[in-house]
């Protein structure tokens, strides 16, 4: 995942279009969606992030255990890969639910 990172920055630097499949590689199904600068750098991060829990110098911050459910599997990967990191909010969460 790193080195896919650091490809698609190099192919963004150069102009390109980064198109990346966020379905897992076992899904027989794709959804493949054009990336910026920003997102990488999220999956960096998280990248990053998976890295420091796994050498315990940060708290876990997602469950690392492997789904067997493909159909999950693919949900937490679009979820990894395409979210933004989140952010913390002043809101309530019953007002963080009105909102949505």
């Known amino acids: 995942m790193l080195r896919w990172g650091i490809n698609w920055l190099e192919k963004l630097a150069r102009g390109e279009?980064?198109?990346v499949n966020l379905r897992a590689s076992s899904?027989?199904?794709?959804?493949?969606?054009?990336?910026?600068?920003?997102?990488?750098?999220r999956?960096?991060?998280?990248?990053?992030?998976?890295?420091?829990?796994?050498?315990?110098?940060?708290?876990?911050?997602?469950?690392?255990?492997?789904e067997p459910n493909?159909?999950?599997?693919?949900?937490?990967?679009?979820?990894?890969?395409g979210e933004p990191e989140p952010e913390l909010s002043s809101l309530s969460q019953r007002e963080q639910r009105a909102i949505l």
Request: proline share 6%.
């Open 43 to 66: 999956v960096l991060k998280r990248v990053a992030a998976n890295l420091d829990q796994l050498s315990g110098s940060q708290n876990p911050i997602e469950e690392s255990d492997v």
């Open 27 to 41: 899904d027989p199904r794709t959804a493949y969606v054009g990336v910026d600068r920003e997102w990488v750098l």
């Open 17 to 19: 279009k980064v198109v």
């Open 70 to 81: 493909p159909i999950i599997a693919g949900v937490k990967r679009r979820n990894r890969l």
